[in-house]
């Protein structure tokens, strides 16, 4: 969590941009992208210098000599007209050079661009992000989760910014340990990845390397949640981790595939933001062909868990998509396409979270009852989540559900949570409020007992409950909630007629006395 002096340095940078004439936020965040990236790669550079001159050993520097006055402890320093010169005309081509031989997340810098016209506004960029506490890794994973909370429009094919409290309920749902091998396929800004890395090392750090500390505002006030209580930065360490399970970490444990390059650029910043040095970010699209031909091992059975919100519209070239990704579910939606792939890209006993939009649901398309019917027949179906259909405002009010299912075996009970509310109010401010379901959903899911399904405990009126594999197949395997949970209507009694005419009779009267006695006192 960031103070309130980081946010305001941040609202300050975008406020910048603003009247530079950058209006679309994911160019604003790209641009701000590079610099971060240029200030890290010379903050990376300094760091081997100082081991290299401890250890007397070498290392594989990323700046020759004659490219010494790229670094940014020399840039900063530059005039307006130079600085601009210099990172418009050598700094940007120097990322396009890099790409392929080895620099972080080079690949995705091949196309980078200055997009800044100002030479004010570059200025003014450089001085703030220099400003940024980057050197911190505690803070500066937050600080770009902030910067990314500015998005708020949906992409052309239907991608947004996923909430992080429902990450974070679906990464407390499904699991993850220090041996997982984790994917998002449509991995969009890293949400999904940087918050399950969050969750692992919380996960993996004992008591003694818990950090507390409270946060405080402008004015030196405490700051206090909705509910009134303290609000503290809690640091993980992840101090039960061996040095075998950290390079695990950063090397294969966190897999992201989007044909974005932008939402790439931005995935790969926000996960070495977090503490992960190699984050495994790939441009691709996972529906095509042409991703089984590059990453084999990755497009089938190739992961433990998969988390993901894939794009909700949008239909493709059917020549294009994955031949047994299409023998799973012939269809040209993206929607079903995403979910048969998903299946596919787990191993056996693996695990998936996977946000659909309700029409996965219920849709009486044959393609819609083929999926459903392949996650309950061929699949552990394990639980179908109902979200509130305000919970991706402001870029979508579209209904939406989680699934969760383990691949492999066959279903005998699903269970059901009909979610009401996620701690936020469900118009477009999304401002924080009291109601909250998810931590009960949480709960429930992980004491969920298949024990009761058949017996009076299972109540169908409540908020979770179990329905049986023979009553979905019955329903052409609907999956909606509303198809199974029960209502109980309250019969309400009205007094008769001629009472209630009655009663309007002597309102009428009492009216009129009323305005007798105000047109005697005129």
Request: aromatic share 10%.
């Given at each position: 969590?960031?103070?309130?002096?980081?946010?305001?340095?941040?609202?300050?940078?975008?406020?910048?941009?603003?009247?530079?004439?950058?209006?679309?936020?994911?160019?604003?965040?790209?641009?701000?992208?590079?610099?971060?990236?240029?200030?890290?790669?010379?903050?990376?550079?300094?760091?081997?210098?100082?081991?290299?001159?401890?250890?007397?050993?070498?290392?594989?520097?990323?700046?020759?000599?004659?490219?010494?006055?790229?670094?940014?402890?020399?840039?900063?320093?530059?005039?307006?007209?130079?600085?601009?010169?210099?990172?418009?005309?050598?700094?940007?081509?120097?990322?396009?050079?890099?790409?392929?031989?080895?620099?972080?997340?080079?690949?995705?810098?091949?196309?980078?661009?200055?997009?800044?016209?100002?030479?004010?506004?570059?200025?003014?960029?450089?001085?703030?992000?220099?400003?940024?506490?980057?050197?911190?890794?505690?803070?500066?994973?937050?600080?770009?989760?902030?910067?990314?909370?500015?998005?708020?429009?949906?992409?052309?094919?239907?991608?947004?910014?996923?909430?992080?409290?429902?990450?974070?309920?679906?990464?407390?749902?499904?699991?993850?340990?220090?041996?997982?091998?984790?994917?998002?396929?449509?991995?969009?800004?890293?949400?999904?990845?940087?918050?399950?890395?969050?969750?692992?090392?919380?996960?993996?750090?004992?008591?003694?390397?818990?950090?507390?500390?409270?946060?405080?505002?402008?004015n030196g006030q405490p700051l206090v949640d909705v509910n009134g209580k303290p609000v503290e930065n809690v640091l993980y360490s992840g101090d039960l981790l061996e040095p075998e399970d950290r390079t695990h970490i950063d090397t294969d444990m966190f897999h992201g595939f989007d044909f974005d390059a932008t939402m790439l650029r931005v995935a790969a910043m926000n996960l070495v933001m977090h503490g992960i040095r190699e984050p495994d970010i790939h441009y691709q699209d996972t529906l095509s062909q042409s991703f089984s031909e590059k990453f084999p091992k990755e497009a089938k059975e190739g992961f433990s868990v998969i988390y993901a919100n894939p794009p909700f519209k949008g239909s493709l070239d059917e020549e294009d998509v994955c031949p047994e990704v299409l023998r799973k579910v012939k269809t040209k939606k993206t929607e079903l396409l995403f979910v048969a792939l998903i299946e596919r890209m787990l191993r056996i006993g693996g695990q998936s979270a996977t946000i659909v939009p309700d029409g996965v649901l219920f849709g009486s398309s044959k393609a819609h009852q083929q999926l459903r019917k392949l996650l309950v027949e061929n699949n552990q179906l394990e639980a179908v989540i109902s979200l509130p259909s305000g919970v991706f405002k402001p870029y979508a009010g579209v209904s939406t559900a989680i699934i969760i299912f383990t691949k492999g075996g066959t279903t005998d009970h699903v269970w059901f949570y009909d979610v009401k509310a996620d701690g936020f109010s469900l118009d477009d401010k999304r401002t924080p409020i009291k109601d909250n379901d998810l931590p009960d959903m949480v709960t429930k899911y992980k004491s969920r007992d298949k024990a009761i399904a058949g017996t009076e405990q299972n109540d169908k009126t409540q908020k979770a409950f179990w329905v049986s594999k023979e009553e979905i197949a019955d329903n052409k395997y609907d999956l909606s909630i509303n198809r199974y949970k029960e209502t109980v209507y309250k019969a309400e009694e009205f007094e008769e007629p001629k009472v209630i005419l009655g009663k309007l009779v002597k309102l009428e009267e009492d009216i009129m006395a009323d305005l007798k006695a105000l047109e005697g006192m005129l």
């Open positions: 969590m960031i103070t309130g002096q980081l946010k305001s340095k941040i609202d300050k940078l975008w406020t910048e941009f603003w009247t530079g004439g950058i209006t679309n936020p994911l160019t604003v965040i790209e641009q701000v992208t590079f610099l971060m990236y240029a200030r890290m790669l010379d903050m990376a550079e300094q760091a081997d210098e100082k081991r290299s001159a401890r250890t007397g050993k070498p290392f594989n520097r990323r700046f020759t000599d004659e490219q010494q006055h790229l670094r940014w402890q020399n840039l900063r320093h530059l005039g307006a007209e130079k600085l601009y010169k210099t990172i418009r005309d050598e700094l940007f081509p120097y990322f396009a050079e890099t790409s392929g031989k080895g620099a972080l997340f080079s690949e995705f810098m091949k196309d980078a661009q200055l997009m800044i016209q100002k030479q004010s506004l570059l200025v003014k960029a450089v001085e703030l992000i220099n400003d940024l506490p980057l050197e911190n890794a505690d803070t500066k994973g937050d600080l770009y989760e902030y910067l990314l909370s500015k998005l708020t429009t949906a992409g052309i094919n239907g991608q947004f910014r996923t909430p992080r409290h429902i990450i974070r309920a679906m990464v407390e749902m499904v699991e993850i340990s220090k041996d997982s091998r984790i994917c998002d396929p449509s991995t969009g800004t890293g949400g999904f990845l940087t918050v399950a890395y969050e969750y692992l090392l919380e996960k993996y750090t004992s008591e003694e390397g818990v950090e507390r500390e409270p946060l405080f505002d402008e």
